[in-house]
Structure formats: structure tokens, C-alpha cells
């Protein structure tokens, strides 16, 4: 039976909605869990996840019960979009919009069996619709913003200024040639930029406008309407950043991450099968042998550009576990592909579809990273102390390559991104790949990466940072 806290009891019930995408679920689960390891003695917190699942069905969610021991519930939502193959960002984006009399309906429900909800906290990029229920419903929003602080200083930058410059700026970016070239404005609190590190969405689709308007709008609205924004950042990893974030911005912005340590129970939000055999693989290669190669949930891989990786990594001698995630490589089977990798390197390689990455990232036998900057990825490694080997595609990936590679110099880049016709040969991958694993720059930037494992292990230490900033916040809740 539900019940709601004693009378004179601090009672708070966090209703969180997330974007149904890997690399935003996850950060959504480990701040939920991060909120209620450090609320506990403080009163009563529930949280209630809501799990979207594909289906036609006008959203009518179940209403679940209640119990007294049940802190942490999910809540099953239908949502038609899931069902749909590979949707534009914009069109998917959109596509949310339908869930706002379902969301409303249920906070009602919530209500009417004595435990209302008190906050919502969703994903930054569902803004629309919740901040519009949250607004109609008189409850706090709190917006989670997925990527780093450095993204959504950008994003505030180019939001504050006029559309038109930013049209220029994506027609450069159109262009390879231009890509290279040093991005003209200086942003304060940002290294100097170039035109290609700037966010864009075409290799997702060609989308880039769209998708930049969505989420300037989204900002406005947080900005102007949220209760808070919180990031999966510290302040002693983006300095520049966190200062000027909240300085410039209307609505508190709490840094108060890592939330790496909190995974435990059963609050799995992966949306893939993780293959433990690897783990079991990594237990039987020397210390820091192994390249973990991982593109994230979404990236997508030329056919040709897949082929002189695979060439590269063989050619570089070094023992790795790729993760060939089913849709990764246009137009390819994934499954032969795989086996083609297998029998190429011989015992040198695992091949998975989708692994453990946070057990993989704190293995010993890894000792580097061919990531596609995905900022959960690029967190996890630096928790790890892993240095990482930037491949950066779309969205924040190449801001977040800038500041690995040229801020915190934990890791290292190729000389062009790959895409849009041009191809990274795998003569460089090679090269590049031996450099992390065995040359002086990879000790060095290991060492750096070390260094700032040792910093950010101590964020949530009695007056670290990032735990004094969620005292904060739940104070502020
Ligand atoms: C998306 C965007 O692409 C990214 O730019 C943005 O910063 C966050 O949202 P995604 O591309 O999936 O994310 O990358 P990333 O942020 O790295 O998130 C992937 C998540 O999936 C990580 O938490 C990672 O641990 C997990 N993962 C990935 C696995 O658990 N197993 C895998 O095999 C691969």
C-alpha cells in the first residue's frame, strides 16, 4: 500500500525522466543513486525511474505500488518512436512531445495515492516536454545536462548570440577544408577552438541546424525556467567552465560529479547485452596490454574507414577488445566482421557487441582507450586513469577530444576527424595506436592520466568538491 512520510517528515519524491538513449540513461541512473546515497538520515527520498518502451499504445502507465522499503521504483512508458528504425535526432526529439498528458496523468496518479511527486528531474533534451508538465504543475525541474560543462558553455555562448553567425559557422564546417581552420571567435573559458571541434550532427544525419535550434531552444528554457541544471563534472576538471557557468547563467548550475562508484544493485539501464566473457579474457593479458576500442550507442563507421582500422589495429601489434556493436559499420555484417577481426589478429583480440565498459575501463590489463569522446566515455576513462586515443565523430565529441588532448593532455589525436570522405589510413592508426601503447607520448599522457584519476577519486572526499555542491542542491530541494 502506498504511504507517504509521517506528518512533520522531510518527504521528497524525484520522478526521473531520461532520453531514452544509452548515453543519457546512464548518467540519469547514477545521479539518482548518487541522490539517494547522500540523502539517506535526512528524511524520506523516493525515486521513481520512468522506462521507456517501444510501443503504439496511448501512454497509459501502469501505476506501481509502493512499498515502505522501496526507494528506488521503475515505471514502465510507452513511446512509439522506439519503434521506429534509426529516426532523424530531430524527428525523434519531437516525437517527445507526445508524452506530456501521460506524464501529467501519472504525477496525478502519484497524487491521488498519497505520494506526490515533489521534483521532477529529466534529461536536458526533453526539456519539451517536461518543463512545460513541471511549469503547469507547479514542481520543480531539475535538468540534467548529459555532456560536460565546457558543451554547455558553448551552447550558452552561441544562444546568446545571433542565429546568423551560427548559420556561417555550420556552412564552414560543411566544408573539410575549412574544418581545420581556428574557429574565429574566442570563447572565454575554452581552449582556442577549431571550426571542425565545433558541435555538429550531420554524420548522424544532415541535420545540423535543426538539431542546433532544438537545443538552443532547450537552453533558453532551462535557463529562464529550470530550478537547476546539473552536470557530470568537477570543478577541478573544468575550472574555466564551472566559474564562468555559474556566473553567466540565470539558473543555478551544480557541478557535482563523478558518479562512477555508486553502480551497484540492480539499476542496469543498458539497453544491450553485455558480454561478461571479456572480463574473463582481460584476467589472462599482461598489465596495461590491452586497447579497449569502443564507439559508444550510436556512432556510425564508413565501410572503407572500418577496413583500414581494422588494418591499423592488426598492423600495430597490440592486444585489444573491440566492441563491434550491431550497426556500428555501415552496410557490413557485423558477426563476419567480427570473425574476419578474430582470425586476422589471431589471440591478440576479443570482439564483443556490447561490453561492461565500466569493468573493462578499471581492468588492469587495459591501458588505453580508442574512444569516440562520448562524454559518459570519456568520464569513465579518466575515473580509470585511462589514457585515451580521441576519434572523436559528432555532437560534444570533438570539444571533448580539444580538452583531452590539448587541456588535460591525457590522451592523444589524429590529424584529421575522420569523415566526410576523408579517410584516416591505417598507416596512421598504427602509428598512432603504438604511440599510446608503447611510445614516450602514451607514458606521458598515462602519467597525466593518472594523475587526474588521483583528482577526481578525491571530488567526493569529506570537503571535496562535487560533495559539497550536492549538499547544495539537496539542501536547495
Ligand atoms: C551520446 C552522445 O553520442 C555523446 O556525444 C554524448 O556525450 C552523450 O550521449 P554515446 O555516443 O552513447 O552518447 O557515448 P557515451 O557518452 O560514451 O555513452 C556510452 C555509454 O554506454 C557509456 O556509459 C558506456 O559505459 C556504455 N557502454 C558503451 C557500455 O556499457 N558498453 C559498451 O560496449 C559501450
Redo the contacts with the bound molecule.
Sequence with gaps: MATRATEGERYLHVLAVPLP????L?PLMRFCKLLLKHHQNRGSLRVTFLDFYPSNDSAEPSFPEFHHDCLLQRVRFPLSSLSQKSPSLATFFDSLLCIQSGLEQLIQSFSSHGVPITCLLTDFLTTFPTQDVADKLGINRIALF??SAAQLLLINYVALRDTLSMETVMDAIKSTERGDELFSDSVAGLPRLLIRDLPHYKHVVDETRRVWKFINRSWEACNSRAHAVVINTFEELEPSPCSLLSQDCDVPVYDVGLWIEILTGDTST?M?E?DERCIGWLDQQPTSSVLYI?F????KISKPQFEALMQGVIDSQQRFLW?M?PGLVDDIDCCSASKEIISRSGKRGFV?D?????RVLSHSSVGGFL????????I?SIANGVPILCWPY????PL?ARFIVDVWRVGLEFKHTGEDGYLIESHEIETVIRSLMEGKEGSFVRENAHELKQKSSRCFDSSGSSLLKLTALINDL
Aim: glycine residues 8%; contains cysteine.
Design positions: 538513449v544509452q548515453g543519457h546512464n548529459p555532456c543498458s544491450h553485455e569502443s559508444g550507442s550510436t556512432t566492441v556493436r564483443v556490447w561490453a561492461p565498459q565500466l574512444s569516440h569522446c562520448g562524454w559518459n566515455s570519456t569513465e559528432f555532437a560534444d565529441q571533448n
